[in-house]
Nanobody, 120 residues
Framework: QVQLVESGGGLVQPGGSLRLSCAASASIFSLDAIGWYRQAPGRQRERVALFTGGVSTNYADSVKGRFTISRDNAKNTVDLQMNSLKPEDTAVYYC??????????????WGQGTQVTVSS
């Protein structure tokens, strides 16, 4: 089992930057995947940026070139640097992880979410 705690959300003007951080209670090196999703009001939760297989990263097309995901295996943290923020980036951002089980099953875990609001 892994607990995920996000921090760093807030209110920022269009064009501004924010950095989100996710602290995991387990070694992120052992996870199949870890990263960020978001959910805007009235919309489905969508993937933002994700590490898979330890080193591979993938980003949503809407954030490519603006957002950067990074990890610190020693601290068990995953950060999301968000630059050139747009009003459409407004959402609750969730940290997400997938933990493998010896049975072969893979279990998803979610953080509680942190609000990001981009508005002038």
């Amino acid at each position: 089992q892994v607990q995920l705690v996000e921090s760093g959300g807030g209110l920022v003007q269009p064009g501004g930057s924010l950095r989100l951080s996710c602290a995991a209670s387990a070694s992120i090196f052992s996870l199949d995947a870890i990263g960020w999703y978001r959910q805007a009001p009235g919309r489905q939760r969508e993937r933002v940026a994700l590490f898979t297989g330890g080193v591979s990263t993938n980003y949503a097309d809407s954030v490519k070139g603006r957002f950067t995901i990074s990890r610190d295996n020693a601290k068990n943290t995953v950060d999301l640097q968000m630059n050139s923020l747009k009003p459409e980036d407004t959402a609750v951002y969730y940290c997400y992880a997938v933990m493998p089980h010896p049975s072969g099953l893979r279990y998803p875990y979610w953080g509680q979410g942190t609000q990001v609001t981009v508005s002038s």
